[in-house]
């Protein structure tokens, strides 16, 4: 890939600014996407509750959600388990 990179800008060198000024905004604009991302996990994260799982809230006038089957009851812990990990 770096060979065909350089035979572009050979052939090519008025690409070079250009190319350059674009990935610095892509790599400004991922950045951003991280870092809001972060604060979305650090958020999530402060408001665990000790069991591990995050309360959800409800907002007015929305219906309750559905009742939790037994498969869904038996798989919570193992889930918030699975997310404190990762994070």
Do not use: K, Y
């Not at 994260?45 to 959600?65: E, F, H, M, N």
């Amino acid at each position: 890939m770096l060979i065909i990179i350089l035979i572009i800008f050979g052939e090519r060198p008025e690409l070079l600014d250009e190319t350059l000024r674009d990935a610095r905004i892509i790599a400004e604009a991922l950045d951003g996407v991280w870092a809001h991302l972060d604060r979305i996990l650090r958020h999530a994260q402060a408001r665990r509750v000790p069991d591990g799982s995050i309360r959800v809230r409800r907002l007015r006038g929305t219906c309750g959600p559905a009742p939790a089957t037994p498969h869904d009851a038996a798989l919570l812990p193992t889930a918030a388990t699975q997310t404190t990990e990762m994070c």
